[in-house]
């Protein structure tokens, strides 16, 4: 085989990785596609949403309590 040849085989399967990389590293170009990043991004930029924790009972106040405080 010629140095010719290896040059060939070399150049033809680089074209075709590079083609193959380039496909799958494309944009989306569906109609949707504008909206969907919009909206990734909306969502990064966003808080997390915080959990709703039910408030904590309040203890009723016991007589002693009562008049450890002053009351009556």
């Known amino acids: 085989m010629s140095?010719?040849?290896f040059?060939?085989?070399a150049v033809v399967?680089?074209?075709v990785g590079s083609i193959i990389v380039w496909i799958r590293?494309?944009?989306p170009t569906h109609f949707m596609s504008?909206?969907?990043d919009f909206q990734r991004e909306m969502d990064a930029l966003s808080t997390p949403p915080v959990?709703?924790?039910p408030?904590?009972?309040v203890r009723p106040v016991q007589d002693a309590?009562?008049?450890r405080l002053g009351g009556r």
């Open 3 to 5: 140095g010719v040849g």
């Open 7 to 9: 040059l060939l085989i």
């Open 13 to 15: 399967v680089s074209l």
């Open 25 to 27: 590293n494309r944009k």
């Open 34 to 36: 504008s909206v969907d």
């Open 51 to 53: 959990p709703s924790t």
């Open 55 to 57: 408030p904590r009972p």
């Open 65 to 67: 309590d009562k008049r």
